[in-house]
């Protein structure tokens, strides 16, 4: 089994900066992807960014140039630098990776959300 765990969620003011963190632990032989989505109450889930083992990323439009993933693949974690936060990036922001124990099969995996809330 697989899990990931986030932290660096909490409140912060229109205009300024958090930094999350996930880390993914248990039988891990690759890491093909990590990647943040998030849910706004009464919303879907949606993408933030994603990053490939390799290093491509990909932004939601609302978020580029503001949010930075970046990803450690020695400590098989994944980052986001959240810049210039503004209120409608208040959601429950989770971690997930396409994770194989072994090499034939890729399994999904979601971390349990952390809180990111920015007030005006």
């Known amino acids: 089994q697989v899990q990931l765990v986030e932290s660096g969620g909490g409140l912060v003011q229109a205009g300024g900066s958090l930094r999350l963190s996930c880390a993914a632990s248990?039988?891990?032989?690759?890491?093909?992807?990590m990647g943040w989505y998030r849910q706004a109450p009464g919303k879907q889930r949606e993408l933030v960014a994603t990053?490939?083992?390799?290093?491509?990323?990909n932004y939601e439009d609302s978020v580029k140039g503001r949010f930075t993933i970046s990803r450690d693949n020695a400590k098989n974690t994944v980052y986001l630098q959240m810049n210039s936060l503004k209120a409608e990036d208040t959601a429950v922001y989770y971690c997930?990776?396409?994770?194989?124990?072994?090499?034939?099969?890729?399994?999904?995996?979601w971390g349990q959300g952390t809180q990111v809330t920015v007030s005006s």
């Open positions: 997930k990776a396409g994770v194989r124990s072994n090499p034939q099969i890729q399994y999904t995996y």
């Open positions: 248990g039988r891990i032989f690759s890491i093909d992807y």
């Open positions: 990053i490939a083992s390799g290093g491509t990323t």
